[in-house]
T-cell receptor, first 112, second 114 residues
Framework: NAGVTQTPKFRVLKTGQSMTLLCAQD?????MYWYRQDPGMGLRLIHY???????AKGEVPDGYNVSRLKKQNFLLGLESAAPSQTSVYFC???????????FGDGTRLSIL | AQSVSQHNHHVILSEAASLELGCNYSYGGTVNLFWYVQYPGQHLQLLLK??????LVKGIKGFEAEFIKSKFSFNLRKPSVQWSDTAEYFCAVSPPVHRGQFYFGTGTSLTVIP
């Protein structure tokens, strides 16, 4: 049982490049989330999804886009990477609103 | 906007000392409350959760938390910490009426000295 899997685990980009982070969960969860974690700022919600085909903005959505074409996958895209987007990105999923989130291992992204 | 406040940013304790980490939230309705732990280099893991019922909840590894509705607080406690408790601790709130939303505090870094 893999739980929540994030790919890639590490990536270095140049300013202006684009990339997509993939999150896959095998627990048939409805809700999926993308967070960024920066020192001293905790986890900040970027976007989330309450079901297949739906997405919603979180606290810090600017510069990111997401898609949830399949229930098990939640993609986070950076169209034009900026140094301010250097961070550790975590994906999470949960089944219902009264359940906790399950987290992936994170993606460490550096933008030069 | 909803918020979750963790007042202690960095706590240093000796082994066997007692721990209490504060968490306050700003939301007037029903909430689900969580404490997560993040060990160095790892992802977040659930320590304990409160949905309803007994306001004193017990979690893994000897942790417990008390929900005090009148104070909008959900403080985490452990009677005797161990070196292996060195980690970052996050409080989180999920208001059921805000379908899907999940709010984290900024975290408290705990260092336990052997």
């Amino acid at each position: 049982n893999a739980g929540v899997t994030q790919t890639p685990k590490f990536r270095v980009l140049k300013t202006g490049q684009s990339m997509t982070l993939l999150c896959a969960q095998d627990m048939n969860h409805e809700y999926m989330y993308w967070y960024r974690q920066d020192p001293g700022m905790g986890l900040r919600l970027i976007h989330y999804s309450v079901g297949e085909g739906t997405t919603a903005k979180g606290e810090v959505p600017d510069g990111y886009n997401v898609s949830r074409l399949k229930k098990q996958n939640f993609l986070l895209g950076l169209e034009s990477a900026a140094p301010s987007q250097t961070s550790v990105y975590f994906c999470a999923s949960r089944g219902q609103t009264n359940q906790p989130q399950h987290f992936g291992d994170g993606t460490r992204l550096s933008i030069l | 906007a909803q918020s979750v406040s963790q007042h202690n940013h960095h706590v240093i304790l000796s082994e066997a000392a007692s721990l209490e980490l504060g968490c306050n939230y700003s939301y007037g309705g029903t909430v689900n409350l969580f404490w997560y732990v993040q060990y160095p280099g790892q992802h977040l893991q659930l320590l304990l959760k409160y949905f309803s019922g007994d306001p004193l909840v017990k979690g893994i590894k000897g942790f417990e938390a008390e929900f005090i509705k009148s104070k909008f607080s959900f403080n985490l406690r452990k009677p005797s910490v161990q070196w292996s408790d060195t980690a970052e601790y996050f409080c989180a709130v999920s208001p059921p009426v805000h379908r899907g939303q999940f709010y984290f505090g900024t975290g408290t870094s705990l260092t336990v000295i052997p």
